[in-house]
């Protein structure tokens, strides 16, 4: 999680953050039980409950 490019202040196509994290662009598509806890801890970090802002754009 410590890679995720907001804490660089950037932002990057969920595809290529996966791509580079885990060699794999689709390992957070959706349904996935990755895209659940990369996006709960989203929430749980920046105290947000705004999900669907961050589903719909799918940058980081």
Avoid: W
Wanted: proline share 3%; hydrophobic share 40%.
């Amino acid at each position: 999680m410590t890679k995720l490019p907001v804490f660089c202040s950037k932002k990057e196509r969920l595809a290529v953050y996966a791509a580079q994290v885990t060699g794999d662009p689709h390992f957070f598509d959706s349904n996935t039980f990755a895209e659940l806890l990369l996006f709960d801890f989203i929430t749980y970090h920046f105290h947000t409950n705004n999900e669907e802002s961050i589903l719909e754009s799918y940058e980081l």
